[in-house]
């Protein structure tokens, strides 16, 4: 049982490029979330989506975009990355069965230079 | 939501109990509280949750004031493997918005 997984681990791009970022779960769980961490702050809600089909902005959503896919997968781009995208990414799933407990990836350190 | 406060740092020694407070004055009848921990790098881990009672679990406890304007956090035999970031997130029933503070950085001391 992977639980959430998260890829790539590690990405470098050059400013302006475009990328996605991809996570998948195996829990059966309804709801997924992406968070960017930057050095020595918290985690940040980019978006989330409740459900299947339904995607909303959380606290940072500028400059991203998410597709979820499926059940299983959410993923986010970034269609023009910039320097201040530079973070530590997370994807976590919830559900009403699990009281709604988040469940991580282990993160995708992104760098943009 | 709600918002929460959590001293930025505290200190424990080894085997002693450690108690994080967490302040959410303003939380409504329907918000639950969570308690997440990061180690290093690592996603967060779900400690425990509670809506109006104090809950036991394997790894913690969690102590509800009466009012529920705030909360503590109790690790009651702090190891070295304890140290990390704390995170305190009040969450409305039926909602998805995890909103994660800037927590509290325990570090256990030897």
Not at chain 1, 14 to 27: E, F, P, V
Not at chain 2, 51 to 80: G, V, W, Y
Request: include cysteine; glycine fraction near 8%; aromatic fraction near 10%.
């Amino acid at each position: 049982n992977a639980g959430v997984t998260q890829t790539p681990k590690f990405q470098v791009l050059k400013t302006g490029q475009s990328m996605t970022l991809q996570c998948a779960q195996d829990m059966n769980h309804n709801s997924m979330y992406w968070y960017r961490q930057d050095p020595g702050m918290g985690l940040r809600l980019i978006y989330y989506s409740a459900s299947e089909g339904t995607t909303d902005k959380g606290e940072v959503p500028n400059g991203y975009n998410v597709s979820r896919l499926n059940k299983r997968e959410f993923s986010l781009r970034l269609e023009s990355a910039a320097p201040s995208q530079t973070s530590v990414y997370f994807c976590a799933s919830s559900d009403r069965a699990t009281n709604e407990k988040l469940f991580f990836g282990s993160g995708t350190q992104l760098s943009v230079l | 939501d709600a918002k929460t406060t959590q001293p930025p740092s505290m200190d424990c020694a080894e085997g002693r109990a450690a108690n994080l407070p967490c302040n959410h004055s303003t939380i409504s009848g329907n918000e639950y509280v969570y308690w997440y921990r990061q180690i290093h790098s690592q996603g967060p881990q779900y400690i425990i949750h509670g809506l109006k009672n104090n809950e036991t679990n394997e790894m913690a406890s969690l102590i509800i004031t009466e009012d529920r304007k705030s909360s503590t956090l109790i690790l009651p035999h702090a190891t070295l493997r304890d140290t990390a970031v704390y995170y305190c997130i009040v969450r409305t029933s039926g909602t998805y918005k995890y909103i994660f503070g800037t927590g509290t950085r325990l570090k256990v001391l030897a």
